[in-house]
């Protein structure tokens, strides 16, 4: 098995408090991080190939250094936190069990760019979540870590999954709906009001302690040879221990889904979701792939937010992929044509097909219509959707055409 | 569910028994001290547009016509532009909400461990489809997304808690705790 560096202090007594923090160790990282210049900070994450846990995967230190040098005024921190992407719930874990681990790591990163402010935005439905975190930020100012220099302001959203996307996180914490923006200017350049701001995924923050604290060789030895470290697995649906499992990124979703006591139901597996909902589906005999960013692009999938969603033999994949359509029809924040108008529709031929009234051809008009919309729009949501349209009716056509009509 | 009977939540908000709008849409001192320390804290006070329409919400109970158009004037904001935020996320009731909200995760995870049924058992135990508030105005009952608490699906979240692990037996024991 094997380091546990993110979930480290899950099973101390009281390991959301300060004290229990501090008694593991807990901002050695950040007194070492204070005699450190920025730039050796982004140089020394660079070098760890810390990639962000988020969704997207790219490099962190690289993104860090995107922030202008010439830039004078503020720079912002944001962390996001609005955790939404169906089968993920490691940024619960985190916030609930280690919100300390957070703010160090955004004291850090806070250094590394030169931010003096941070922002925290948490998914309106995580009440709790919410509570701890504020919480631990309140005894991080008690304790003089806070306010000296940088400050953070936690931010409740409201319900709405496209505010994960990061430009659409930032317009809601302006005070908007939460509509993506176009690209460039990338966050980087110009995000929250308008500042050079960093939005990283509070997994890829908690990662930052442990790579100041150790050193960017041991994080990268930790996992492949483009991707450093362990990662949060969250795994779901037909397994017999569905939790939060951490792991080096080389694992194999095979050894994933042993880990979690292998698959449940009938016992024998038919799919399996590797990156959260929006990740193209793999079959049963595809599951060695290397679960890290460049494993799951050569399986043609993506680890996104790592969200594992396991299907043994009985489940329908055509039902599986309405709740989905169901999903992103709703989530569709409506800016562009070819997603505002695609979810929908997809949505009701997937329905048509399985109440058993579709038609062979419509699976080809599915494929047409997904194929086409790619890359064509504001954010990345709508790819995101037609990984799972394209893939489970491809590699599951057969069962979509039993429902058919001939 | 459908009985030929109109859905409970679109009959005009007077008839409902939820949370009934006070007569007067206005934050206590202390509140509209806590609206400037929100304010304060962004870079744009526009930035606290979003946790002062919480507050609206836990406040008033809903956000009615009136509650957007003080919301905007404490802003400095045209109250369409609070309505179009207001419309976007889930988390803000237009209309009166029952005094618990009950928001059942049919997502993919949930689906797989019977959502379905869970919403159903939701649905005759109350006596309403989802989507609807009860008559007394003790319950509003919504299928949601992803909750992210996969884990321990089928799930669902009361208030401001998360029940998980969800069976017949534990969603009446749930439900004979709300009052
Ligand atoms: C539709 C959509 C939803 C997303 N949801 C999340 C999310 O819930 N949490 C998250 O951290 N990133 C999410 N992302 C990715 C963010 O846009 C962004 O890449 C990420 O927050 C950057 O942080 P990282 O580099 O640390 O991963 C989403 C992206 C898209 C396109
Ligand atoms: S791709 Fe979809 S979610 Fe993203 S901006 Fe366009 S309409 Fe909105
Ligand atoms: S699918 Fe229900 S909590 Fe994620």
Redesign the pocket.
Known sequence: MAETVLMRNFGRADSHTLASYRGAGGYAAWDKAQTTEPAALVDEVKKSNLR???????P?GM?WSFIPKSHTGPVYLVV?A????PGTFK?RYLLERDPHALVEGMLITARAIRSALGFVYIRGEYVQPWRRFSAAVKEAYDAGLLGRGFDIVVHRGAGA??C???TGLLSSLEGKKGWPKIKPPFPAIKGAFGQPTI????E??CCVPPIIERGAAWFAGLGTKTQGGTRMYSVSGRVKQPGVYEASVSITLRQLIERAGGVSGTGRLKAVVPGGG?AAILTADEIDVVMDVDGCRGAGTMIG?AGVIVMDESVSIPEALLVLARFYAHESCGQCTPCRESTGWIEKMVHRIVEGHGRKDDLDTILDVAKRGGGTTI???YD?AIGPYISYVEKFRGEFEALCRS | MSNGAPPTSSRPPTERAGLAAPATIKFSPEQLAEVRRLQGLYPDARGALLPVLHMAQDTFGYLSLEAEAYVAGLFGLSPAHVHEVVTFYTLYFQQPKGRHVVGVCHNLSCHLAGAQDILRHFEARLGIARGETTDDGRVTLQAVECLCACEAAPMAQVDDRYEMQLTPEKIDRILDGLR
């Open positions: 962000g846990l988020g969704g997207a995967g790219f962190t993104k996001n609005d955790e939404g992407e940024d999954y496209i994960g996307e990061e939005v990283n995924n509070v890829t923050l929006s937010s954010c990345a949501f995101g």
